[in-house]
């Protein structure tokens, strides 16, 4: 099975600081995406890439940017941390060959205080 | 746009019983319909999956039909465990989109008693 590993497992972050939360996995997965879960909001889509040195943007992308300098590693940075993107955040990857399966990270939890 | 409808928040069953999670979808394409399960402090994890309308796909017990007559894909178990105690998600992808773009519900928790 597809291995995502997410550091850290979760951050305390002041309002205003700058936040990155990386993602790496070693299947050589194509895609790889960023989600932020909600409790009644189930998960949504932040960022994702399909190659290196490319990121696009999802459904909810304001206030956060997104890096994937190689195949392996995704991260997630946050310029300003606000109060409004405390959340868990996974990271998810996938193959081209998979049908849209997505293995995901354990997930970051993150608190803005 | 495209979405996916879970009408429960939460359900609670006592172990031994029939349940069945709610799943509505819209999109204008192709559906690809999934359910993936996420355990206490895990990462979701993918249950099954399909894009054959009326045909019953089953994985660890659990079963669902994707009917596009009605835009549905619930999800049922005839006996529920207590380690079926998860919150679950019912997914749905444009198959035509080679992206892999999910769009998630949002979810109901499922807790089993004894």
């Known amino acids: 099975e597809a291995a995502v590993t997410q550091s850290p497992r979760s951050k305390v972050a002041v309002t205003g600081g700058k936040v990155t939360l990386s993602c790496h996995q070693t299947n050589n997965h194509d895609y790889m995406y960023w989600y932020r879960q909600d409790t009644g909001h189930g998960l949504r889509l932040i960022h994702y890439?399909?190659?290196?040195?490319?990121?696009e943007k999802g459904d909810i992308p304001d206030g956060y940017k997104a890096s994937r300098p190689s195949q392996e590693n995704f991260s997630l940075i946050l310029e300003l941390a606000s109060l409004s993107q405390t959340a868990v955040y996974f990271c998810a990857s996938r193959d081209w060959g998979s049908q849209n399966t997505l293995y995901f990270g354990a997930g970051t939890r993150l608190s803005v205080l | 746009g495209d979405s996916v409808t879970q009408t429960e928040g939460l359900v609670t069953l006592t172990k031994g019983l029939p349940v069945m999670l709610n799943c509505t979808y819209q999109t204008t394409y192709s559906p690809f319909l999934f359910w993936y399960v996420q355990h206490l402090n895990e990462a979701p994890k993918l249950l099954l999956k399909?894009?054959?309308?009326?045909k019953r796909t089953e994985h660890q017990g659990f079963y669902a039909t994707l009917h596009k007559s009605s835009s549905s894909f619930h999800l049922q178990k005839s006996s529920v465990q207590l380690s079926d105690s998860a919150l679950y998600f019912c997914?749905?992808?444009?198959?035509?989109?080679?992206?892999?773009?999910?769009?998630f519900g949002a979810g109901t928790q499922l807790i089993v008693i004894p």
């Open positions: 890439s399909y190659v290196a040195d490319s990121t």
């Open positions: 399909s894009s054959t309308d009326n």
């Open positions: 997914a749905l992808s444009d198959r035509g989109s080679a992206l892999g773009r999910l769009h």
